[in-house]
């Protein structure tokens, strides 16, 4: 991918505009005490179009020359279990062309990122028909940070996007490289013989693929802050291998390097903000394809780790990539390792697209996670790491098997088989996501989504700064 394949899609705020149209956010609370403070005109067409407060509704009022002199949004009832706080991601795409700022909002900074995370587009094959209404940057906020998450936000969606004929492994090391260089971190990338020697999980999995598979490792920050992991599953296709995947299921495969997309967009936030860390990001770069050397159901292989793997399905090959890159992350014994994966349909099954299964064994890190994804409006749901279902993955021929071998408990073995490679990193958190809005809503549109990427951020930023 060259720079401008790579480029945010999502604009700029604009330096904030006492002449750009006023948007006035109103709830059910205080529509009422807003509808009085409105002029005589613009009441009295806010009347006659019947606007009610109601989640998404819009009016645009004009002065006595017929120009665009407010508009009303509606927020919804607060206090409603649904109550969306992205709702005005929805702007850019009902607005005319102008300038607009914002009034009433309940967390102006929320709103703004909003705003700019729903203006995004994916342009790179056709125009795109990108939203022409700009948003004058709301007064007291930190602007600069909005645009570095929507920003971070736009690259990482522009990369689960992109279809796998021009995004492999190779693609995904230079959205790495373009990364580091950006942020003055430290980049090296194993691959060939010696990721075969020394990682050898990924290799196979990747080996039946003309596009080489490799280690991405990026390193950022001083040597002697607070050591963080973030490992990404780059799985930039996934045929199922051997186990080949029906047609259905693999039309959106391009996705299955969603995790290491996440890892990406969030290691983007944490440099950009200068946080005190020692920033350390894996990412197992592989295309999971089908030629006479992929590796079979029933091979044995031995991992980083020195454990052996009885391969009972070449679909579940990301959590092979995924172990031997845990292992180098956990031999240096980091305060926090973080893993981002599009693991397994059983965690969507459970939770739906919108939501990421996490699964951890540190209690703290739990709550953390959990009250981080609420602040960012990233949410998480926990999982139970049930270590009874550890036996599922019994082998007669190895010291495990990479899958159960039974319908049940299917994301949860996925992370126990996951747990075996960082052992010594208690406090290590998986997430499971599906990396894709499957329809479009308020700040999130339809397509490629870098999930827990931003609650990442939030965390992070609570721990170490900036």
Do not use: C
């Not at 125009?127 to 570095?148: H, N, Q, S």
């Not at 070449?314 to 014994?333: K, P």
């Not at 998986?430 to 490629?448: A, I, V």
């Amino acid at each position: 991918m060259t720079q401008a394949d790579t480029q945010a899609s999502t604009p700029a705020l604009l330096p904030g505009d006492t002449q750009a149209v006023p948007v006035t956010l109103v709830t059910t609370a205080n529509w009422a005490e807003a509808e009085a403070a409105l002029e005589p005109i613009q009441r009295s067409f806010a009347n006659a179009v019947g606007f009610k407060p109601k989640a998404g509704s819009l009016a645009l009022l004009p002065g006595p020359d017929g120009d665009l002199t407010r508009v009303l949004f509606g927020l919804g009832d607060p206090g409603a279990a649904a109550y969306d706080r992205l709702l005005a991601g929805k702007l850019p795409g009902l607005l005319p062309e102008g300038t607009f700022r914002l009034e009433g909002a309940p967390e102006p900074a929320e709103a703004a990122l909003a705003w700019l995370m729903g203006s995004y587009r994916f342009g790179r094959y056709r125009a795109a028909g990108g939203t022409k209404a700009r948003l004058a940057a709301p007064a007291g906020i930190d602007a600069a940070e909005v645009e570095r998450i929507a920003a971070a936000v736009a690259m990482g969606r522009d990369l689960v996007n992109t279809p796998a004929n021009d995004l492999g492994p190779d693609e995904i090391e230079a959205a790495a490289r373009a990364l580091a260089a950006r942020h003055g971190a430290a980049i090296s990338v194993m691959r060939g013989d010696v990721l075969e020697r020394e990682f050898p999980l990924i290799h196979a999995v990747g080996a039946a693929s003309p596009r080489a598979p490799r280690l991405i490792d990026l390193t950022w920050g001083p040597a002697d802050a607070p050591r963080v992991t973030l490992v990404g599953k780059g799985v930039a296709f996934d045929t199922g291998g051997l186990d080949i995947k029906p047609s259905a299921a693999m039309l959106l495969m391009k996705k299955d390097m969603g995790g290491a997309a996440a890892a990406l967009a969030a290691a983007d936030m944490v440099m950009g903000a200068g946080l005190n860390l020692r920033l350390r990001v894996l990412i197992p770069a592989v295309e999971n394809a089908v030629s006479g050397n992929a590796f079979r159901p029933g091979d044995v292989l031995p991992s980083r780790a020195g454990l052996s793997v009885e391969i009972g399905n070449t679909d579940a090959e990301g959590r092979l990539i995924l172990a031997d890159a845990l292992t180098v992350a956990d031999a240096e014994s980091p305060e926090l390792i973080l893993d981002f994966s599009t693991l397994t349909g059983a965690a969507r099954v459970a939770l739906g697209p919108d939501l990421p299964a996490f699964f951890t064994e540190d209690e703290a890190l739990a709550g953390a996670v959990v009250e981080a994804g609420l602040r960012a409006i990233d949410p998480v749901w926990r999982m139970p790491l049930h270590a009874p279902y550890a036996s599922l993955l019994d082998s007669k021929v190895a010291d495990l098997n990479n899958v159960s071998g039974g319908p049940f408990a299917g994301a949860i073995t996925a992370a126990l088989f996951l747990r075996r490679f960082a052992p010594k990193t208690r406090a290590h958190g998986h997430f499971d996501l599906y990396g894709w809005n499957p329809s479009t809503k308020p700040g999130r549109p339809e397509g490629g989504e870098v999930q827990t990427a931003r609650l990442t951020y939030a965390l992070l930023k609570a721990r170490y700064g900036g």
